[in-house]
């Protein structure tokens, strides 16, 4: 098991190196953007929600998100890197509904069943603890409230290579996860579950 403070730096330090190019163009940084893009466009969010993104990056998604219902409701962003949250503030700041903050997933300083919906696009990976992540995601969702895990899983031979190619290069990276283990940890927390499938990547569902 990796020392938590060291995978935590780790991440860090990858993420706030990160930041200050993130919003540049680039094959990897166009990914992600059009990932956020997907994931949000898929979403059925109504006026006056509460929506979160965990793992927001610069705060694309979270504004996104927001636009689809002109900026009524509360549209939340947390990323464990200060400077891409500080990224997101420059970016996005001058909206008063929209609010970005500095946490780890495990422990988000936000109130219980409080989001309408939560997304995370593409950091599911790197969570050391992917348990006790889904765990905190149950606590801040409503009764009847969605999550939506949008990352790479490991349902093929070539994803599980992958997989271990990644962590020959990527020290932050734990592991990709198989829709059937995806499946176990949800029901573990309490939420049911079912997916979504676009292109390369899955959708991973969990209703409260």
Same mark, same amino acid.
């Given at each position: 098991m990796k020392n938590e403070e060291k995978h935590i730096r780790q991440n860090k330090? +990858?993420?706030? /190196?990160?930041?200050?190019?993130?919003?540049?163009?680039?094959?990897?940084?166009? +990914?992600? +953007?059009?990932?956020?893009? /997907?994931i949000v466009s898929l979403l059925d969010i109504k006026e006056n929600l509460n929506f979160l993104d965990i793992g927001c990056g610069t705060g694309l998604a979270v504004e996104l998100a927001a636009k689809k219902v002109n900026f009524?409701?509360? &549209?939340?962003? *947390?990323?464990?890197s200060e400077k891409m949250i500080e990224r997101a503030k420059i970016n996005f700041g001058d909206k008063n509904n929209l609010h970005f903050i500095q946490a780890n997933v495990e422990s988000i300083p936000l109130d219980d069943n &409080? @989001?309408? *919906?939560? *997304?995370?696009?593409?950091? @599911?990976?790197?969570?050391?603890?992917?348990?006790?992540? =889904? #765990?905190?995601?149950? +606590? =801040?969702? /409503? #009764?009847?409230?969605t999550v939506?895990? @949008?990352?790479?899983?490991?349902?093929? =031979? *070539?994803m599980k290579i992958g997989d271990k190619i990644i962590k020959l290069f990527e020290p932050a990276h734990v592991k =990709?996860?198989?829709? /059937?283990? &995806?499946?176990?940890?949800f029901e573990n927390v309490g939420l049911k579950y079912s997916k979504i499938s676009p292109k390369l990547n899955e959708i991973h569902v969990g209703e409260k």
């Open positions: 330090q +990858r993420w706030d /190196k990160w930041a200050p190019s993130y919003d540049d163009k680039g094959w990897i940084n166009n +990914r992600l +953007r059009n990932d956020q893009t /997907k009524k409701g509360q &549209f939340y962003g *947390i990323d464990l &409080f @989001f309408d *919906i939560i *997304i995370c696009t593409n950091s @599911f990976h790197h969570y050391l603890h992917p348990d006790k992540s =889904l #765990k905190e995601m149950h +606590r =801040l969702l /409503k #009764k009847g409230g939506y895990i @949008f990352d790479s899983t490991a349902d093929n =031979l *070539i =990709l996860y198989s829709t /059937k283990e &995806f499946m176990q940890m």
